[in-house]
């Protein structure tokens, strides 16, 4: 059987009347059908085919108009010209300013398969050259990523050692989740997805009798095929709930002082602050009712329930991408450490079940396939969040992680794999930092928004035009994606663009190791083998791989209940915490001395929420979540994509108050602002979000017109503020943003987002 995989699934490959077919994997119990569509006219029309340089800086090289970026045509020139020109131009950069000045970060969700994995490919290539200066962490997980460590583990240990499905059905008796578990964003995982999981899982749990309660501004985010208790939530309250739960828990005399003292330091300057005799305030569901909008005798009638079952808090990953986003993550493990069930079957935390397929699987831990990367000889780095800020403030001092540093001075920006005006917040203010480099090169496949603003744009294969492996830690396959469609136009694998350049660097040897691209998957599957080999995981040589198409790992299953051998043991088995225990306190924290994120959880008022004085302006809370019908920006123009849209724009959910006294009605096309931006959108009106709330999802692809200063697809990061969490993470807070709904003031115009470029 052949298949081509992709961060939504894998697919066969058959014959159809015109060409190649795609179908679901017949062994997937819940098939997305986003990858369905990955050969649809509309993608194909949107395709990059030839190498391309924007007109100004063809005709007058380096740092030639940057504000013509995104607004003026390109010329269409030969692989040797384009790789000759990028080759010459990093050795530019490398001269004149040092390697310093090269921003490699790259940061996005390309290939899905391990050896064509485009940030493996483009950091191998910039260390082989000297060097680039890097990111940190994720958009995902910015302010989790930084925290997590310092009070239980890494979320790479925590993600891999969720409490497996089949315990949960068997053991938890009451889930909450703080932003539901969106089946939604189970579609999807890093690296690939065997069989789709979370929806089955959850309807097992259903059946089980385990009750559910979704605390969240959107009721449509946790199905269950049974009863679910939503609990209306503003956004950005719930660490002011969480700790209202946690009054009430303390005030019962419930909380579990054996597990606090045995398995958790900092618990007494956490209580103090609890009951308020710290700083004058006592957290009760009273207090919180204020914040938070969920009324007390609720908030007490849950803490009673979670006391008295087995209990497992759920939190997903939406609400740390927010103003002091480390809060509810820091008090969702504080809450779980009070009930005392961390370790136990079906109690304790989860971050967050359906996040991705990946959360929960009972697959074996083993380690995929992936290419060294060799050293980054350049010291200098960012939050991947704050390139912005980097490139606008070269030499500025920023903190991170309890570390002093300084913005490096960026003159070459080097991109491949990942979409910057898709993922970062407040567009209009990244297009303007994007007009401070000298030179922007992008790998793409498509015309997206972040290639029509390169200098130079290379044209990348997709999965499909190209051979890999794909296996994801614990989806419980290894998969031999092959060729479906020769490759478009002239687009070259990102490893074939890098090699060519490396040539006319006289780098090629020290990039390639002297092996083909075949050669290297070869490899990198011989090493795989032989380390599966020493866990006992046994795998055919490669041939025998490519011939079965895919390898079921589900033999090697182990079901796991996360921190069962720390909590068995804390001092046999402790934590990668500096006292090996969980920190309600951490004195590593403290110690940084950041006002906006001190030693232990607190509530701290959101920037930008309800709460605001703002809010008296733009009174909706706008949510930008996870698109249901494509990966981020991917596939934006696939007719999945497009049958999800209103009017060709992004559809906004509304409630039904919130649109009646606006005077506006279902399918309208609105316009969404504040004092950042405004965008357009179709209207849906829906009982589903909550007074106050409007939802609209990432991913529409970004259409700005220069002229009204509207942006006409409905892209919300022309909206969300660029804005760090806090300055112990520095991560990305679109999640806090507020917004006013209108009927449009300008004409509307048709979006031009699926429009390639002019070329000369
Ligand atoms: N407002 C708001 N903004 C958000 C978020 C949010 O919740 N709200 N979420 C954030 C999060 S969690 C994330 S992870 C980011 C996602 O941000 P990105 O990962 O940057 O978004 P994608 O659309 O997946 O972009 C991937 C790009 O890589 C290209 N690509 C795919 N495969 C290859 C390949 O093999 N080679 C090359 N050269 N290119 C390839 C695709 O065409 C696409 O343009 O967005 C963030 N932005
Ligand atoms: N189909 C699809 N799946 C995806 C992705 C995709 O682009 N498409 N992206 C993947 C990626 S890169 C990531 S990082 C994950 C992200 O996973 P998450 O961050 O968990 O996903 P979101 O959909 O942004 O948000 C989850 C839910 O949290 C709710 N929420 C938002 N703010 C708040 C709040 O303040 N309080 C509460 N209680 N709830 C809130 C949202 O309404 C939403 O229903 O998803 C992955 N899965
Ligand atoms: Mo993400």
């Not at 699934?9 to 009347?17: C, F, L, N, P, S």
């Not at 005799?277 to 009760?284: A, E, F, L, W, Y």
């Not at 070259?492 to 083909?516: K, N, Q, V, W, Y």
């Given at each position: 059987?052949?298949?081509?995989?992709?961060?939504w699934g894998i697919y066969e490959v058959g014959q159809g009347a015109k060409g190649p077919r795609l179908t679901p994997f017949r062994?997937?119990?819940?098939?997305?059908?986003?990858?369905?569509?990955?050969?649809?006219?509309?993608?194909?029309?949107?395709?990059?085919?030839?190498?391309?340089?924007?007109?100004?800086?063809?005709?007058?090289?380096?740092?030639?108009?940057?504000?013509?970026?995104?607004?003026?045509?390109?010329?269409?020139?030969?692989?040797?010209?384009?790789?000759?020109?990028?080759?010459?131009?990093?050795?530019?950069?490398?001269?004149?300013?040092?390697?310093?000045?090269?921003?490699?970060?790259?940061?996005?969700?390309?290939?899905?398969?391990?050896?064509?994995?485009?940030?493996?490919?483009?950091?191998?290539?910039?260390?082989?050259?000297?060097?680039?200066?890097?990111?940190?962490?994720?958009?995902?997980?910015?302010?989790?990523?930084?925290?997590?460590?310092?009070?239980?583990?890494?979320?790479?240990?925590?993600?891999?050692?969720?409490?497996?499905?089949?315990?949960?059905?068997?053991?938890?008796?009451?889930?909450?989740?703080?932003?539901?578990?969106?089946?939604?964003?189970?579609?999807?995982?890093?690296?690939?997805?065997?069989?789709?999981?979370?929806?089955?899982?959850?309807?097992?749990?259903?059946?089980?009798?385990?009750?559910?309660?979704?605390?969240?501004?959107?009721?449509?985010?946790?199905?269950?095929?049974?009863?679910?208790?939503?609990?209306?939530?503003?956004?950005?309250?719930?660490?002011?709930?969480?700790?209202?739960?946690?009054?009430?828990?303390?005030?019962?005399?419930?909380?579990?002082?054996?597990?606090?003292?045995?398995?958790?330091?900092?618990?007494?300057?956490?209580?103090?602050?609890?009951?308020?005799?710290?700083?004058?305030?006592?957290?009760?569901?009273?207090?919180?009712?204020?914040?938070?909008?969920?009324?007390?005798?609720?908030?007490?009638?849950?803490?009673?329930?979670?006391?008295?079952?087995?209990?497992?808090?759920?939190?997903?990953?939406?609400?740390?991408?927010?103003?002091?986003?480390?809060?509810?993550?820091?008090?969702?493990?504080?809450?779980?450490?009070?009930?005392?069930?961390?370790?136990?079957?079906?109690?304790?935390?989860?971050?967050?079940?359906?996040?991705?397929?990946?959360?929960?699987?009972?697959?074996?831990?083993?380690?995929?396939?992936?290419?060294?990367?060799?050293?980054?000889?350049?010291?200098?780095?960012?939050?991947?969040?704050?390139?912005?800020?980097?490139?606008?403030?070269?030499?500025?001092?920023?903190?991170?992680?309890?570390?002093?540093?300084?913005?490096?001075?960026?003159?070459?920006?080097?991109?491949?794999?990942?979409?910057?005006?898709?993922?970062?917040?407040?567009?209009?203010?990244?297009?303007?930092?994007?007009?401070?480099?000298?030179?922007?090169?992008?790998?793409?496949?498509?015309?997206?928004?972040?290639?029509?603003?390169?200098?130079?744009?290379?044209?990348?294969?997709?999965?499909?035009?190209?051979?890999?492996?794909?296996?994801?830690?614990?989806?419980?396959?290894?998969?031999?994606?092959?060729?479906?469609?020769?490759?478009?136009?002239?687009?070259?694998?990102?490893?074939?663009?890098?090699?060519?350049?490396?040539?006319?660097?006289?780098?090629?040897?020290?990039?390639?190791?002297?092996?083909?691209?075949?050669?290297?998957?070869?490899?990198?599957?011989?090493?795989?083998?032989?380390?599966?080999?020493?866990?006992?995981?046994?795998?055919?040589?490669?041939?025998?791989?490519?011939?079965?198409?895919?390898?079921?790992?589900?033999?090697?299953?182990?079901?796991?209940?996360?921190?069962?051998?720390?909590?068995?043991?804390?001092?046999?088995?402790?934590?990668?915490?500096?006292?090996?225990?969980?920190?309600?306190?951490?004195?590593?924290?403290?110690?940084?001395?950041?006002?906006?994120?001190?030693?232990?959880?607190?509530?701290?008022?959101?920037?930008?929420?309800?709460?605001?004085?703002?809010?008296?302006?733009?009174?909706?809370?706008?949510?930008?979540?996870?698109?249901?019908?494509?990966?981020?920006?991917?596939?934006?123009?696939?007719?999945?994509?497009?049958?999800?849209?209103?009017?060709?724009?992004?559809?906004?959910?509304?409630?039904?108050?919130?649109?009646?006294?606006?005077?506006?009605?279902?399918g309208a096309t609105v316009e969404v602002f504040n004092d950042r931006g405004r965008c357009l959108a179709g209207l849906r009106v829906?009982?589903?979000?909550?007074?106050?709330?409007?939802?609209?999802?990432?991913?529409?692809?970004?259409?700005?017109?220069?002229?009204?200063?509207?942006?006409?697809?409905?892209?919300?990061?022309?909206l969300t503020a660029d804005r760090p969490s806090s300055g112990l993470s520095q991560g990305c807070t679109a999640q806090s943003c507020?917004?006013?709904?209108?009927?449009?003031?300008?004409?509307?115009?048709?979006?031009?987002?699926?429009?390639?470029?002019?070329?000369?």
């Amino acid at each position: 059987m052949r298949y081509t995989t992709a961060h939504w699934g894998i697919y066969e490959v058959g014959q159809g009347a015109k060409g190649p077919r795609l179908t679901p994997f017949r062994d997937d119990p819940d098939p997305s059908p986003i990858g369905l569509h990955q050969l649809a006219p509309e993608l194909m029309a949107t395709r990059v085919r030839r190498p391309a340089i924007r007109r100004s800086w063809l005709e007058d090289g380096p740092g030639a108009h940057p504000e013509r970026r995104g607004r003026e045509g390109f010329a269409e020139v030969s692989w040797d010209e384009a790789t000759r020109l990028v080759a010459a131009e990093i050795d530019r950069v490398r001269k004149a300013h040092g390697n310093e000045a090269i921003f490699g970060g790259s940061y996005g969700w390309a290939s899905a398969g391990r050896f064509h994995h485009a940030q493996s490919q483009i950091h191998r290539f910039l260390n082989t050259v000297g060097g680039y200066v890097a990111h940190r962490d994720s958009y995902s997980l910015g302010a989790a990523r930084v925290l997590m460590p310092h009070i239980v583990a890494s979320m790479d240990e925590l993600m891999k050692d969720h409490t497996s499905w089949p315990v949960l059905a068997d053991h938890c008796e009451l889930f909450v989740a703080f932003g539901g578990v969106p089946a939604k964003n189970a579609q999807i995982a890093a690296g690939g997805v065997g069989r789709h999981q979370v929806r089955a899982g959850l309807r097992a749990m259903a059946q089980a009798g385990v009750e559910f309660v979704n605390i969240s501004p959107v009721a449509d985010n946790l199905d269950t095929s049974g009863p679910v208790e939503w609990i209306p939530m503003r956004p950005g309250g719930d660490t002011a709930m969480m700790l209202g739960l946690a009054f009430a828990i303390h005030e019962a005399g419930a909380h579990d002082v054996a597990f606090l003292e045995r398995c958790c330091v900092g618990w007494p300057l956490f209580e103090a602050y609890l009951t308020g005799r710290s700083d004058g305030t006592p957290k009760t569901p009273e207090w919180a009712a204020a914040l938070c909008g969920v009324p007390a005798e609720r908030t007490r009638a849950l803490a009673a329930r979670m006391a008295s079952k087995r209990t497992m808090i759920n939190v997903a990953w939406a609400l740390q991408r927010a103003d002091h986003g480390e809060q509810p993550f820091w008090m969702t493990v504080t809450l779980a450490a009070m009930l005392g069930q961390i370790g136990l079957p079906g109690g304790g935390f989860g971050v967050c079940y359906g996040a991705e397929n990946t959360m929960g699987t009972p697959h074996a831990k083993l380690r995929g396939p992936s290419l060294p990367q060799g050293r980054n000889a350049v010291r200098a780095f960012i939050p991947v969040a704050r390139i912005a800020d980097m490139l606008l403030n070269p030499g500025a001092p920023f903190r991170y992680n309890g570390g002093d540093h300084v913005y490096p001075d960026i003159r070459l920006i080097y991109w491949a794999g990942g979409n910057p005006f898709h993922h970062h917040q407040d567009l209009a203010r990244l297009d303007k930092a994007w007009q401070k480099p000298e030179t922007i090169v992008v790998h793409e496949q498509f015309w997206t928004a972040a290639a029509h603003r390169a200098d130079i744009v290379l044209p990348a294969t997709t999965a499909m035009e190209r051979t890999d492996i794909s296996y994801a830690t614990l989806e419980g396959m290894l998969v031999a994606s092959t060729p479906v469609i020769e490759p478009v136009g002239e687009a070259l694998d990102d490893h074939e663009i890098f090699r060519r350049i490396a040539a006319h660097s006289g780098c090629e040897e020290a990039f390639t190791e002297g092996r083909s691209a075949d050669d290297w998957l070869r490899h990198l599957y011989d090493v795989m083998r032989r380390s599966w080999s020493a866990e006992g995981v046994e795998l055919p040589d490669f041939d025998a791989f490519l011939e079965a198409g895919a390898i079921d790992l589900s033999a090697h299953d182990t079901p796991r209940v996360m921190l069962s051998a720390f909590r068995a043991d804390p001092d046999a088995a402790p934590l990668p915490t500096p006292s090996g225990k969980i920190e309600i306190a951490s004195d590593t924290i403290a110690g940084f001395g950041i006002p906006d994120c001190p030693g232990h959880p607190v509530w701290l008022e959101p920037v930008e929420w309800a709460g605001a004085e703002a809010a008296s302006r733009y009174p909706l809370h706008m949510l930008s979540d996870q698109p249901a019908r494509r990966l981020h920006s991917q596939l934006d123009p696939s007719p999945y994509s497009l049958a999800g849209k209103v009017d060709g724009r992004e559809p906004i959910c509304m409630h039904p108050q919130d649109a009646a006294d606006r005077g506006l009605s279902d399918g309208a096309t609105v316009e969404v602002f504040n004092d950042r931006g405004r965008c357009l959108a179709g209207l849906r009106v829906s009982g589903d979000v909550m007074p106050g709330v409007v939802r609209l999802s990432t991913g529409a692809w970004y259409d700005y017109d220069a002229e009204t200063g509207v942006e006409r697809h409905g892209n919300p990061n022309a909206l969300t503020a660029d804005r760090p969490s806090s300055g112990l993470s520095q991560g990305c807070t679109a999640q806090s943003c507020l917004v006013e709904v209108r009927a449009p003031v300008d004409p509307v115009k048709a979006h031009r987002a699926f429009v390639p470029p002019a070329f000369a």
